[in-house]
């Protein structure tokens, strides 16, 4: 288990991926400094948001893997 604590949020990430469904990337830090990239899917529902999955994108500026952007 870690504790993070959030950098930023990458609003050049922020997507709507379908209708009610977003996807979020941000940036967090451990006490000690250690970085780590997260990737959020969220879905709307009821005039909620809730997380339905988390990845670790990056950790320590490695990547866990990659994106490739469509249209």
Not at 2 to 18: C, F, N, P
């Amino acid at each position: 288990m870690l504790q993070l604590k959030m950098v930023r949020i990458h609003r050049e990430r922020i997507a709507k991926t379908a209708e009610g469904v977003y996807f979020i990337c941000a940036d967090f830090e451990t006490r000690e400094g250690k970085q780590y990239d997260l990737d959020f899917w969220v879905m709307e529902k009821d005039g909620n948001l809730a997380i339905t999955d988390t990845t670790i994108h990056q950790e320590a500026g490695q990547p866990r893997y990659l994106w490739v952007e469509s249209e």
